[in-house]
């Protein structure tokens, strides 16, 4: 009986070829769709399960108020780990990392004992020997217990062992960073590559050289490992008590003010499982690294749920819609005495062997796009061929969708009855009409809120890639790995001001995009001392002509000079955040004190954008000091390669043991938001399926209406029926349910598009101009996908109609 089942239900595949295509077509491209964001979604859900006791592993984090609003940090004083670990029995370890670059995380110029060469490497990370075990950090060459020690040790990973060493050898061998041979690192071990889906991704590792045990700097992750039956709330809890023990004495001896004192009282210390880091990490935390979003999981996996529904959508319209080329079938088949399981058994394995076709054909359409996918998604996804859960995991999915696609329309063909088949009074598919129609409402519902969110989230780009942002960014090259000039650096920099195309010039990585060095420090007004309201504020190093370069405007007082001696001593240019925030009205030649260092305010710059736009602008401050990260060089108007052929020039000769390094600062604030790009890229694509899905349905249930209605038509041609009342009769009630999706998508698609602009502190306004043209492009996409069967039938030969029945 099976062996039967598959052969009418390859019969009935190849019996209408166009309803067949786009069945298996439709499934195929939904499928794709489906297993594309599985495996994003697997990706992303992924990060940091790699740990043999992931369960155990922790990063502290602090939460507490700051004039009335709720501030969150990772970043911790240095003897914060010593005391988790000697004060609480539940904390088997506790160890420190540190990603800042001005501690020597980052990036380095680098190059082997006896060469001259350097390389220019990224992902360097300082560590302690306990953050190390912590980590479960795996040596192939090297001793576990011992690797980072030594305050001139530095493990490596297998991938850049292989690149210096030609034997993958390293143990023992000498390593320069930024061309300092006073300061040579011994090679202590050869790491595995850190997966890259980890939230901490580094091919360096250096031990943290930093001694200042002290209670008021806070610049290190801190990671705990814990004990198997630890209770982390109570254990937070009892971690209250380093506040009082160990916070607070530190800051009294500073003569802190009793406001501060109540500021720090607030505090609370969390432990954030390390599985959560890259999900579930709060923009608060700051923690400057690349982190994924839980909302865009379910976001992706919502998409994923739609496309696949609305091809299983397809399948039962265009199954029910067929249901009279089947009728007679099932009437004779009851009549010789075909039972309704054996009806139901028939068309259900018609449902599934279009559904197993589909799930290979979507499979290897998947394989084929996940190449592209992951240039937009920036991930190395690899289709997992060689798991053993994969292809069982198809199969089920396959008999799975098959089955619940086609139960429907099996019962529903099934339950004909005989006598109404045989006597022609079946109604020709009207029964389910009503049913098609609303599944035609709910494809192009989602498809329509697809198509708003896309607008939206391309003109949320456009604005934020468009925004002043209170400095210029454009014709400005930022040369990285500068710090190896050394005492060369003024020379160079005068060389490069001497270039015809070189307007300006400053020397610091103190930038306002991500990857550059930050420095926060506490700020209050100089004459209140230790009594005074302390506020949080960045303070820059830069030089003279920082303010140049990069086009900030003063709006009161005066620019650094070398005019002034004491511009290099205790001047302050802030922004006009940091005069709001002190409570300033007249700012000038007002003194501020920072840590016992006093300063005098001697410009104040407007606000500008030094984070991505999903944060506001806080405070900062300017002062002059020595910084050689990276030199930024403003052009002039004209020949971009002329002039950085030019620059190279200098450069090769002052380095000319070091390649140029330069990204263009427009790019780098570009990169910021690469997030909100790529999550842009997925959206528009998975909307493209989604739409294409739709269409295809549209198209076929098109092609049956008119399939169903060519007598009618042809008698209305004989009649003298003009064109046009051809067309608008097989068009009207189509576009009846299009609006009626565009008028259910609207208030969807507002509600879900507003929610995710509140993530960022500067956004677009949603307008009715992009309900308009979302609706638009529906209505332009479903005119066109219809008028193809509707104007072939306004332009039938009437006697070709008739004569067909």
Same mark, same amino acid.
């Given at each position: 009986?099976?062996?039967?089942?598959?052969?009418?239900?390859?019969?009935?595949?190849?019996?209408?070829?166009?309803?067949?295509?786009?069945?298996?077509?439709?499934?195929?491209?939904?499928?794709?769709?489906?297993?594309?964001?599985?495996?994003?979604?697997?990706?992303?859900?992924?990060?940091d399960q790699h740990y043999e006791k992931k369960n155990q592993i922790y990063r502290v984090v602090m939460q507490g108020m700051f004039n009335g609003e709720q501030v969150k940090s990772t970043h911790f004083q240095l003897p914060l780990a010593d005391a988790l670990e000697a004060d609480f029995p539940e904390i088997i370890k506790a160890g420190k990392v540190n990603t800042i670059e001005i501690f020597g995380a980052g990036k380095h110029a680098m190059h082997l004992e006896g060469e001259v060469q350097n390389n220019f490497e990224e992902g360097f990370v300082l560590a302690d020997q306990e953050a190390f075990d912590i980590l479960e950090i795996q040596l192939e060459q090297g001793n576990t217990a011992t690797a980072l020690t030594n305050p001139k040790s530095i493990v490596i990973s297998r991938t850049k062992a292989d690149k210096y060493f030609k034997n993958g050898k390293a143990i023992g061998e000498t390593i320069i960073l930024d061309d300092d041979s006073a300061k040579p690192y011994t090679v202590t071990g050869i790491m595995k590559d850190v997966p890259k889906n980890s939230h901490l991704n580094f091919d360096f590792l250096l031990p943290i050289e930093d001694t200042r045990m002290s209670w008021t700097n806070q610049n290190y992750f801190t990671y705990v490992l814990v004990d198997e039956q630890t209770n982390i709330q109570e254990l937070e809890k009892k971690m209250l008590s380093i506040i009082e023990d160990y916070v607070i004495p530190a800051q009294i001896d500073r003569g802190r003010a009793p406001d501060f004192i109540e500021v720090l009282r607030t505090i609370e210390y969390k432990l954030q499982p390390i599985t959560d880091i890259h999900l579930y990490s709060d923009i608060k935390m700051a923690d400057g690294l690349k982190h994924g979003d839980i909302r865009f999981v379910w976001l992706f996996a919502a998409i994923a749920g739609f496309v696949l529904l609305l091809a299983v959508i397809n399948f039962i319209n265009l199954s029910t819609a067929k249901s009279a080329n089947r009728a007679k079938e099932v009437g004779l088949r009851k009549t010789i005495g075909a039972f309704k399981h054996n009806l139901v058994a028939q068309f259900l394995t018609e449902s599934v062997l279009f559904s197993i076709i589909s799930f290979v054909l979507g499979v290897l359409l998947a394989w084929a796009l996940l190449p592209s996918f992951n240039t937009i998604a920036a991930k190395t996804i690899a289709m997992p061929w060689s798991a053993w859960w994969f292809l069982p995991v198809l199969l089920i999915a396959s008999l799975l969708v098959g089955a619940i696609a086609g139960l429907y329309p099996a019962f529903y063909l099934s339950a004909f009855k005989p006598v109404n088949v045989l006597k022609g009074s079946l109604s020709i598919g009207g029964k389910s009409a009503k049913l098609r129609s609303g599944l035609v409402v709910f494809q192009f519902t989602t498809s329509v809120i697809l198509i708003i969110g896309t607008l939206i989230i391309y003109q949320q780009m456009d604005f934020i890639l468009k925004k002043e942002l209170g400095y210029d960014k454009e014709q400005v090259v930022v040369l990285e790995g500068a710090g190896i000039l050394r005492n060369r650096m003024d020379s160079f920099k005068e060389q490069l001001l001497a270039l015809p195309q070189v307007k300006s010039a400053t020397v610091t990585n103190y930038l306002p995009v991500d990857g550059a060095s930050r420095n926060g420090n506490t700020f209050r007004k100089a004459n209140e001392g230790n009594e005074g309201r302390g506020?949080?504020?960045?303070?820059?190093?830069?030089?003279?002509?920082?303010? %140049?370069?990069? !086009?900030?405007?003063?709006?009161?007082?005066?620019?650094?000079?070398?005019?002034? *001696? @004491?511009? /290099? +001593?205790?001047?302050i240019v802030i922004n006009s955040k940091m005069v709001q925030e002190l409570g300033l009205t007249d700012p000038i030649g007002k003194k501020l004190d920072n840590n016992g260092q006093a300063f005098t305010i001697i410009g104040v710059v407007d606000d500008f954008h030094f984070k991505s736009l999903k944060e506001d602008i806080s405070s900062l401050?300017?002062?002059?000091? %020595?910084?050689? !990260?990276?030199?930024?060089?403003?052009?002039?108007?004209?020949?971009?390669?002329? *002039? @950085?052929? /030019? +620059?190279?020039?200098?450069?090769?000769?002052?380095?000319?043991?070091?390649?140029?390094?330069?990204?263009?600062?427009?790019?780098?604030?570009?990169?910021m938001h690469d997030d909100v790009q790529r999550m842009g890229k997925i959206f528009n694509s998975f909307a493209l399926f989604a739409i294409f899905v739709a269409c295809l349905g549209l198209f076929a249930l098109s092609a049956f209406m008119v399939e169903q209605r060519k007598k009618e038509i042809s008698i209305r041609l004989v009649l003298g029926a003009p064109f046009k009342s051809i067309y608008q009769l097989l068009t009207l009630d189509f576009m009846k349910l299009i609006l009626i999706s565009i008028c259910i998508a609207i208030p969807i698609g507002w509600y879900l598009m507003n929610r995710w602009l509140q993530d960022f502190a500067y956004h677009i306004t949603i307008g009715w101009g992009i309900f308009l043209v979302a609706s638009g492009i529906a209505l332009t996409i479903a005119i066109i996908t219809i008028s193809y069967q509707s104007i072939g039938a306004a332009l039938l030969q009437p006697l070709k109609g008739l004569r067909s029945e």
């Open positions: 009986m099976f062996k039967n089942h598959i052969k009418i239900a390859w019969r009935s595949i190849k019996k209408d070829k166009l309803f067949t295509t786009i069945k298996i077509g439709g499934f195929a491209v939904g499928i794709a769709a489906c297993l594309l964001i599985a495996l994003f979604i697997r990706n992303e859900v992924s990060y506020i949080p504020a960045q303070i820059w190093r830069v030089d003279y002509d920082y303010i %140049k370069t990069l !086009g900030l405007k003063l709006n009161a007082g005066r620019d650094f000079s070398k005019e002034f *001696a @004491l511009d /290099s +001593i205790n001047s401050s300017l002062v002059i000091g %020595k910084d050689n !990260g990276a030199v930024s060089v403003k052009l002039n108007k004209g020949n971009i390669n002329q *002039a @950085l052929a /030019s +620059i190279t020039g200098v450069w090769n000769k002052n380095v000319p043991n070091q390649a140029i390094n330069y990204n263009f600062l427009d790019q780098e604030f570009t990169r």
